[in-house]
């Protein structure tokens, strides 16, 4: 009971992030969001991984070439697509667009590792992105044709490969989940810390900035990573995954609470969209490792939960 507890707070606040994302995109740039996100999150996640894992230290950071790959793809470049995105699309098309991400992954592993799915698993590969083109196309399939899809929903697009791509990299990594996000995002903050300087990025100065950096920091980078581990500690990787279905329902809820209705295309593209997801993770066999952005998740030891165990499956495999 408790563990499931863990994971809806933990898909609810990865599920925010969209939102509060969206809304904080209005005055501050996707740098400037990645940037001070990481920063802020680099100390706290470094005590949580000593508390919770106490790793070797020495040997995570000879895993830094690895550390360094998956933190450009993972930490910094999915996080900028993201945000990106979320200047031109709705954060609930962003949502229904990372919800695809499972059957993406299984899609890379066929194609980059030579691994194999079911016709069930292709069936929910195909529901998914029947799903997904509903949302780009609004329902209007000659909106391909005439390449008018909206550009923030083409960033979400690259977002969801570079995270597919991370992903299936990420799988081999036998370093402490915590210890090897909180790796990570040091690199990320200390990468981007040039481009931030060049470019002038500044601290938030008004109180609804600093109020949707302070949400980013805490819930979705913080929190969600925590309570998603204690979770794993009880409950099995793949069943947790289904949870993660729940990032697209929250988002749903939290986009009508504030005032803007669903259309009927995103309805009938979600539904597509997360029986595609059951489909490919009850039937698809590749044997992947599910990791977000929002929750960060890895191979060998169960990343973003705090202890070794193996990897989830592909139908785990979404971002936040």
Do not use: H
């Not at 200047?87 to 299984?106: C, D, E, R």
């Not at 289904?242 to 990032?247: A, P, S, V």
């Amino acid at each position: 009971m408790k563990a499931s507890l863990y994971l809806v707070l933990a898909t609810l606040f990865w599920s925010g992030n969209f939102v509060v994302g969206q809304a904080a995109v209005a005055s501050m740039t996707p740098l400037e969001l990645t940037f001070w996100r990481w920063t802020l999150a680099a100390v706290p996640l470094l005590v949580l991984a000593q508390i919770i894992e106490k790793p070797d230290w020495p040997a995570v950071l000879r895993r830094w070439p690895a550390l360094l790959l998956l933190s450009v793809l993972g930490m910094s470049g999915y996080t900028l697509l993201l945000y990106g995105a979320l200047g031109y699309t709705s954060a609930m098309n962003a949502s229904l667009i990372t919800a695809a991400n499972p059957a993406l992954i299984v899609v890379l592993a066929i194609v980059l590792l030579g691994e194999r799915t079911t016709r069930l698993g292709w069936l929910g590969i195909c529901l998914g992105l029947l799903g997904v083109l509903l949302v780009l196309t609004r329902g209007e399939p000659g909106r391909i044709l005439s390449l008018s899809i909206n550009t923030g929903e083409l960033l979400m697009i690259g977002a969801i490969v570079v995270w597919g791509l991370y992903t299936i990299i990420a799988r081999r990594l036998g370093v402490p989940p915590v210890a090897a996000t909180a790796v990570q995002v040091v690199i990320a903050a200390v990468t981007l810390s040039p481009f931030a300087l060049a470019l002038g990025v500044r601290f938030p100065d008004t109180p609804a900035e600093g109020w949707s950096l302070a949400y980013i920091t805490v819930f979705p980078s913080l929190g969600s990573y925590l309570f998603w581990n204690l979770a794993l500690k009880n409950t099995p990787p793949g069943a947790a995954g289904n949870y993660l279905n729940l990032i697209v329902v929250f988002t749903a809820i939290i986009t009508v609470l504030l005032g803007t209705p669903l259309t009927l295309v995103q309805v009938l593209g979600g539904l597509l969209v997360i029986a595609g997801v059951l489909l490919t993770g009850s039937q698809g066999s590749a044997k992947l490792s599910w990791r977000d952005p929002a929750a960060r998740d890895y191979k060998t030891v169960d990343q973003g939960r705090g202890e070794p165990a193996e990897c989830p499956k592909a139908a785990s495999a979404r971002s936040p």
